[in-house]
């Protein structure tokens, strides 16, 4: 949540020409003007902007005041700081008090002596400290109206206001997931909040700028309350995972124009009953009914001398801290595309888009008249909806009309996942006008793109980017729409880069990395899902889902350039690691303990969801692939003799892993695609061995006729390892094939999102199976990664992260005529884009300001290209640093640039 208000002139960047030299985008933890914050050493990030190539900066200087956009008194002045530091600049004042809003601004120096206006932005804290919680948790039973368990609250409490009002804020949570009201409004900010955390140890509290809605005189304060995760059906469990009480924790903190204060907050003097929400569980819908609403319940005015009073708990407040992640919010909404009508007769609405979300109507009927829709993914071969893949998830929204007329309704305390909608019982037609799918997602800013000159290859990215969005919904879940949406670690460390790639997911990946941490077991072990629904299960710390503890950060710090979080994650990364050594009866091998092995894999023998990779192999290479990470995360942090340790640690895994599944003449104990691939991914061989290895890799594919075997473990490196051994050709044929088993096969049957299973619908138009087959499932999009980092070729280096040296490393091929990447970094927007034409490369390139950049270009010859037009030693901000055959490398100062050439020759 930002400040809803601008209250402060930022600098130059308004005008409307480009300014000479500026600053702009000033951020606090990532976030713009945030408000609500918990962290207590904030960082600042800002861009550079301004004519011209090669922008660096030589310095700046940042200010921050408490509750003074003039900054008489700055209670921190970095004073005029040398160097390129813009991006986590870290605050360095005295300790930030509770509920303070902080101004800051920066100004920053080039290095030809420029120097920009202040850019200000403005930052909200947060309650800090748990004890400074004065309010107490408010639940209700509904058993004491004698109604059935799934009854949602309504809690209320009336208050009055005195003018003038300064700024009204509200900071609430819930055991459960709440929705606020004030004087008659919803309060839309933020959807499902509290969100989803390890909760016994980690639940977050929201802040609400409530001002404008505060009148003068009476008001009312309304707060519902429903199970979501807490309490609700979550993975196996049937209900009250968390807890049985569904409560409410809220305070209104009003300050006043003359400096004096007030504060509402939730105690025995509230006032409850149920409301009309008679049903809400994530997995199964939410049913409505209309009859029982509490018309004007959150007005100041309602009669509630009939509610009850609510009942206080005592539960202690230790665990609570202001909101870490982006809100959860509606991101988009769609009109059905078509209405179709079923074989046997059922009216089913297509929106064109398989999504996470709900569907809202109108709806004009007589009292009592029952609406239900149903949600499901697909419709099967003769044209109904299918829900067998849903297994027990029911997706079913149900509303009650109360019979006044033209009436709305919108789901908000469940999500389905769906692109059909059953409508049954819809009085009247069920014209497209009348539903409006709303999808649901975190609030990530989207920074990536790519598109290219295969159509099918371009609805693929669209489809990856749809599987995110429809997958992080607070944490990274496997899939929106069956009876799990849970968030599984092999999945989320799959796809972590590519989801970097998409979206500024940093915040998201901290927020959920600290929810791994608090429910990591205590020797080091980590849940098979984060948030941990397994609890005391064996099945835990599988190979490539465990790893996420390190993978994660890892990429994170490096898509990032955000050290914080790998230095608050280090601790559990060793744990991982160390549990790792000490599993098993080796210290150097993995060969014990719950693995899923190369899930999903087409080599899987019958009846198993486990490919033929032998578990202790894919064990111990992501062992070793841990260890090299965590090694490189303790230099990153200048823990040197970590570094030197785990170091040594890879070394003694790698020659274990050889001795057990290398042959001396490099042969690979299981010829599987998957085995190759993390043999070589993960640089388990070197020299000859390597040699062979390779040769072997790609006689398999060959035999295979290039037909994909690998799962959820070998399927996201397999085509940027082929690209690395100097077959991008065989990277791009495998990418671009359209021939079951393949990525654009999927897209070719008309997926809108990333299959869980390769053959999740045959060509036949039968299904995979029932039990296993999700539409929405994005560990195959990983393939994302690929794009970007190869085709496109923008990649990040580990020695200046976070994209402050930038090497781009396009690599075109057959079946390509053109490809464009863009994405907008902590700096800027870095773009690489090709074009091949008559034999003639394009390539436009912008580096942003700040940062520099190391371009390859393919098959170019020095003296045949230009930049611009001008030779290429002569462009500005253009250094020629290597030619190779057939290569030329330069390093790039910021700048926009197109460089021309002949290919090849
Ligand atoms: C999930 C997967 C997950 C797996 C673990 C499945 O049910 O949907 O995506 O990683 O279980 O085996």
Same mark, same amino acid.
């Given at each position: ?162 003018? $003038? !009002?300064?700024? *009204?804020?509200? =900071? ?7 929705? /606020? #009201?004030?004087? +008659?409004?919803? &309060? ?87 409301? $009309? !929400?008679?049903? *809400?569980?994530? =997995? ?7 009859? /029982? #609403?509490?018309? +004007?319940?959150? &007005? ?606």
């Amino acid at each position: 949540m930002r400040l809803k208000a601008d209250p402060v002139i930022t600098g130059d960047t308004r005008r409307s020409e480009a300014p000479e030299f500026g600053v702009a985008d000033l951020r606090v933890e990532y976030r713009l003007n945030p408000i609500g914050i918990g962290v207590r050493i904030p960082r600042f990030s800002w861009k550079l902007c301004g004519t011209g190539r090669g922008i660096r900066q030589a310095g700046y200087r940042l200010q921050v005041s408490e509750g003074d956009p003039q900054f008489r008194s700055p209670i921190w002045d970095s004073g005029e700081a040398d160097g390129d530091r813009s991006v986590h600049v870290a605050y360095e004042g005295k300790a930030l008090k509770s509920r303070q809003v902080y101004y800051c601004r920066v100004r920053a120096r080039d290095s030809k002596g420029r120097e920009s206006d202040w850019q200000n932005a403005v930052f909200e804290t947060g309650i800090l400290d748990y004890r400074e919680w004065t309010a107490q948790w408010i639940t209700f039973d509904p058993a004491r109206r004698n109604l059935p368990a799934e009854a949602l609250p309504l809690f209320r409490k009336a208050f009055e206001a005195k003018p $003038p !009002i300064r700024s *009204a804020r509200i =900071y609430a949570t819930a055991l459960g997931i709440y929705e /606020l #009201e004030l004087n +008659g409004r919803r &309060l839309k900010d933020q959807l499902f909040a509290p969100g989803w955390t390890s909760y016994h140890h980690r639940l977050q509290t929201q802040t609400y700028d409530v001002t404008e809605h505060i009148r003068l005189g009476g008001n009312a304060i309304g707060i519902t309350v429903a199970d979501g995760w807490y309490k609700g059906r979550i993975g196996g469990h049937p209900r009250d995972f968390y807890g049985e009480r569904r409560a409410a924790l809220l305070e209104l903190h009003l300050a006043y124009e003359d400096g004096s204060e007030q504060s509402v907050v939730t105690d025995c003097s509230w006032r409850t009953e149920t409301g $009309p !929400i008679v049903m *809400a569980s994530l =997995y199964d819908g939410e049913t409505y009914d209309a009859r /029982l #609403e509490k018309d +004007g319940w959150s &007005l100041p005015d309602y009669d509630d001398r009939n509610w009850l009073p609510v009942e206080t708990i005592k539960r202690g407040k230790q665990m609570l801290l202001p909101q870490e992640n982006v809100p959860t919010v509606i991101v988009r909404e769609l009109k059905p595309e078509r209405v179709l009508q079923s074989p046997t007769g059922e009216t089913i609405l297509d929106f064109g888009q398989n999504l996470t979300g709900w569907v809202s109507y109108t709806v004009t009927a007589e009292a009592g008249t029952l609406v239900e829709l149903t949600h499901a993914e697909e419709l099967d071969s003769a044209g109904n909806l299918y829900v067998d893949n849903l297994r027990s998830a029911k997706q079913t929204t149900s509303y009650i009309c109360k019979g006044t007329g033209n009436e709305r309704y919108e789901p908000r305390f469940s999500f389905q996942g769906f692109r059909y909608v059953k409508v049954r019982a819809y009085p009247g037609e069920a014209i497209p006008e009348r539903f409006t799918a709303h999808v649901v997602s975190s609030d990530l800013e989207e920074t990536g793109t790519f598109e290219c000159s295969d159509p099918l290859v371009n609805r693929l990215q669209s489809n990856i980017v749809w599987g995110q969005r429809g997958n992080f919904l607070d944490v990274p879940t496997d899939c929106p729409q069956r009876d799990e949406r849970l968030g599984y670690t092999g999945d989320a460390q799959v796809f972590v880069r590519t989801a970097a790639h998409n979206m500024n997911v940093a915040v998201f990946f901290a927020k959920w990395l600290k929810d791994l941490k608090a429910d990591q077991l205590p020797n080091g072990g980590v849940p098979n899902t984060i948030p941990d629904t397994l609890p005391g299960w064996e099945m835990h710390s599988a190979s490539g889902w465990g790893d996420a503890a390190v993978i994660c950060p890892w990429t994170i710090y490096t898509c990032f350039g955000d050290s914080r979080v790998l230095d608050d994650q280090y601790d559990s990364m060793k744990a991982w690691v160390e549990f790792l050594r000490d599993s098993g009866e080796q210290e150097f091998l993995r060969n014990d303990g719950f693995q899923y092995g190369d899930w999903l894999a087409l080599d899987a023998p019958a009846g198993s969801y486990t490919g033929a990779t032998p578990r202790d192999l894919i064990a111990t290479a992501f062992y070793a692939y841990s260890v090299s990470l965590l090694a490189k995360s303790a230099r990153a942090l200048g823990k040197e003799e970590d570094a030197a340790l785990y170091e040594e640690l890879f070394a003694n895994v790698r020659d274990s892993f050889n001795q057990e599944f290398v042959t001396p003449s490099g042969r690979l104990a299981s010829p599987t695609q998957t085995a190759h691939v993390l043999v070589l991914r993960f640089g388990l061989v070197e020299g000859p061995i390597r040699k062979q290895v390779e040769k072997s890799f790609i006689r398999l594919l060959e035999e295979s006729d290039f037909k994909l075997t690998t799962g959820f473990l070998g399927t996201p490196y397999i085509c940027p390892t082929l690209s690395d051994i100097g077959r991008n050709d065989l990277a791009y044929r495998l990418a671009l094939s359209r021939r079951f088993p393949s990525w654009l096969y999927s897209v070719e049957q008309g997926a809108t999102t990333i299959w869980e299973h390769w053959d999740g619908r045959k060509e036949d138009g039968s299904f995979w199976s029932a039990d296993m087959n999700s539409f929405n499932h994005y560990a195959f999009g990983a393939i994302g990664e690929w794009f970007y980092r190869y085709v496109a070729g923008i990649d990040t280096d580990d020695a200046a992260p976070g994209f402050k040296h930038i090497r781009i490393k396009p690599l075109p091929s057959q079946g390509l005529t053109y490809a464009k990447a863009t994405y907008q970094s902590m700096y800027g927007e870095i773009v690489s884009g090709w074009k091949l034409e008559n034999g003639e490369m394009n390539m436009d390139v912008t580096v942003p300001p700040n940062t520099t950049a190391t371009l390859d270009l393919p098959n170019a010859l020095q003296d045949r290209v230009t930049e611009k037009g001008i030779r290429l030693g002569e462009a500005e901000g253009v250094k020629i640093v290597a030619l190779h055959e057939n290569r030329v490398t330069l390093d790039l100062e910021s700048g926009i640039y197109q460089f021309r050439y002949q290919w090849g020759t």
